[in-house]
T-cell receptor, first 113, second 115 residues
Framework: DAGVTQSPTHLIKTRGQHVTLRCSPISGHKSVSWYQQVLGQGPQFIFQYYEKEERGRGNFPDRFSARQFPNYSSELNVNALLLGDSALYLC????????????FGEGSWLTVV | GESVGLHLPTLSVQEGDNSIINCAYSNSASDYFIWYKQESGKGPQFIIDIRSNMDKRQGQRVTVLLNKTVKHLSLQIAATQPGDSAVYFCAETPAGGTSYGKLTFGQGTILTVHP
């Protein structure tokens, strides 16, 4: 079975541009979360979606938005990119509910120049 | 330009030794704890998890210990192998409800295994 898949794997954007990152959860998983990981740090929570509804939001500006589709895949959008947005963006999925294992994809490497 | 270096704790061991990686968590409401292994350029890989109603759980070559009194978590790796070299993160999440899925990650520890 496929794990959590993310696209694109690498991308370079210019300051002020917009980016859309995509995630397909493990089949049967209804919960998708997004994390930002900058070099040398642990992942930081951005959003969680469950059954197409936003269930949690981390301490990120409104330039960050996300949505979950009926097939449970998800998109993370970042507007007005800043150099500091350069990071590895990770998607994680789970069945949802306490105690269910949370699995991560390999991430999308975003470089803002 | 300014360079950013890694300031994570490091642990160096010889192949075949046992490794112990420690983690302190801050949220006493956390109910579920997970250890992840992250190799360079890859996403975090699930290793083992534990619920707050347990104090020990064993997997294949790995054991997680939870001490809720002092809010401490540890990962023990038996017979450490060079392939275990990676950054190890602990993560916590509160029980159920809308908070589930929001993992809070620890600082991370760089494990280096020498042949």
């Amino acid at each position: 079975d496929a794990g959590v898949t993310q696209s694109p794997t690498h991308l370079i954007k210019t300051r002020g541009q917009h980016v859309t990152l995509r995630c397909s959860p493990i089949s049967g998983h209804k919960s998708v979360s997004w994390y930002q990981q900058v070099l040398g740090q642990g992942p930081q929570f951005i959003f969680q979606y469950y059954e197409k509804e936003e269930r949690g939001r981390g301490n990120f500006p409104d330039r960050f938005s996300a949505r979950q589709f009926p097939n449970y895949s998800s998109e993370l959008n970042v507007n007005a990119l800043l150099l500091g947005d350069s990071a590895l963006y990770l998607c994680a999925s789970s069945l949802g509910g306490s105690g269910n294992t949370i699995y991560f994809g390999e991430g999308s490497w975003l470089t803002v120049v | 330009g300014e360079s950013v270096g890694l300031h994570l704790p490091t642990l160096s061991v010889q192949e075949g030794d046992n490794s112990i990686i420690n983690c302190a968590y801050s949220n006493s409401a956390s109910d579920y704890f997970i250890w992840y292994k992250q190799e360079s350029g890859k996403g975090p890989q699930f290793i083992i998890d534990i619920r707050s109603n347990m104090d020990k759980r064993q997997g294949q070559r790995v054991t997680v210990l939870l001490n809720k009194t002092v809010k401490h978590l540890s990962l023990q790796i038996a017979a450490t192998q060079p392939g275990d070299s990676a950054v190890y993160f602990c993560a916590e999440t509160p029980a159920g409800g809308t908070s589930y899925g929001k993992l809070t990650f620890g600082q991370g520890t760089i494990l280096t295994v020498h042949p």
